[in-house]
């Protein structure tokens, strides 16, 4: 497999269930990301991990917690969400450090249904 | 604060002619990267285009192109010859200081 991979594409949950979302890089990049997409708004990052650590979560709820064990997986767990956090969830990739580009890999994403 | 604004939420193109997306952002900062991306319908975004803002060639991929007007603050997007393959939601981004601030999308139909 090649690029960034997101599982599932699909997710219908209750306001009681615990899910998480998974996110596997296949590029070699050293820092990982979560996206928040919703109409006609722009992405909101969520957390930031680069080199393993967490380096920026902006104020994101306690009900997201993410969790990145290695460079090239990451994870959005998610418990007792609320119907305003159905939304597109976006994981992307880059290479940090000297002579990044700013240039974002991103996975298909995770399409989030809260009931 | 860093913001960019797409003032077109769509945009419609015929076929084979050449369309433009207008973006603009607001920054302080002298050094930063502008892209342009694609989404297209239930697959992946991926990279149009990218801009550095030292550069003041404008860059071209093919059939894409910008214009960059840094004074402005400026960064409009130019397809020309649109296919079918072209319609999507575009996304105009900025970089600076390990952050990224996109704006909030247009979307664009191509008709047979």
């Known amino acids: 497999e090649t690029g960034v991979t997101q599982t599932p594409r699909h997710l219908v949950m209750g306001m009681t269930n615990k899910k998480s979302l998974k996110c596997e890089q296949h590029?070699?990049?050293?820092?990982m990301y979560w996206y928040k997409q919703s109409a006609k708004k722009p992405l909101e990052l969520m957390f930031v991990?680069?080199?393993?650590?967490?380096?920026e979560n902006n104020s994101v709820p306690s009900r997201f917690s993410p969790e990145c064990p290695n460079s090239s997986h990451l994870f959005l767990h998610l418990h007792t969400l609320q119907p305003e956090d159905s939304a597109l969830y976006l994981c992307a990739s880059s290479q940090d450090g000297t002579g990044h580009t700013g240039e974002l890999f991103f996975g298909e994403g995770s399409r989030l249904t809260v009931l | 604060a860093q913001t960019v604004t797409q003032s077109q939420p769509e945009m419609s193109v015929q076929e084979a002619e050449t369309v433009t997306l207008s973006c603009t952002y607001d920054t302080s900062e002298s050094d930063y990267y502008l892209f342009w991306y694609k989404q297209p319908p239930s697959r992946q975004m991926i990279l149009v285009i990218r801009q550095e803002a030292y550069k003041q060639q404008n860059a071209t991929e093919n059939r894409f192109s910008v214009n960059f007007q840094k004074a402005a603050k400026s960064f409009s997007l130019k397809i020309s010859d649109s296919q079918l393959g072209d319609a999507a939601m575009y996304f105009c981004a900025y970089y600076t200081g390990n952050q990224f601030y996109f704006g909030t999308g247009t979307s664009l139909t191509v008709i047979p």
């Open positions: 590029l070699g990049h050293n820092a």
């Open positions: 991990y680069s080199l393993e650590e967490r380096v």
